[in-house]
């Protein structure tokens, strides 16, 4: 199992979300962030103080199988992208265990 954390932009939200319905991928967890990319890549004065402003996100969390894992990246990168700055990032982990408390299922049966 992999868990995927996105950071997309919030307007893409449910552009992620039917790609991800359309693999059978429903279950996730969004969370408002903020954050700011590449400093460098930035219009900020080279000298002086400076104050990156953070941009309002949106981070995605899923648990998927492993055989679910390209195409889930596939569809967030499809839906989430726009061609311009700030599109977002894509995180993969491995996943040691997952536990449903209700059921006490395991594995891809807590999926």
Not at 96 to 107: N, Q, S, Y
Request: charged share 30%; glycine share 10%; proline share 5%.
């Amino acid at each position: 199992m992999k868990k995927i954390e996105a950071i997309i932009k919030p307007f893409k939200l449910e552009e992620v979300k039917s790609g991800l319905a359309e693999l059978g991928i429903e279950g996730m967890t969004v969370s408002e962030v903020k954050g700011y990319g590449n400093p460098t890549q930035s219009t900020r004065p080279l000298y002086g103080p400076s104050r990156l402003p953070f941009i309002p996100k949106l981070k995605v969390e899923l648990i998927v199988r492993n055989d679910l894992l390209g195409s889930a990246v596939a569809a967030i990168k499809q839906s989430a992208r726009t061609g311009t700055r700030g599109d977002g990032k894509i995180f993969v982990q491995d996943l040691l265990e997952v536990i449903r408390i209700r059921t006490e299922e395991r594995g891809d049966q807590a999926l």
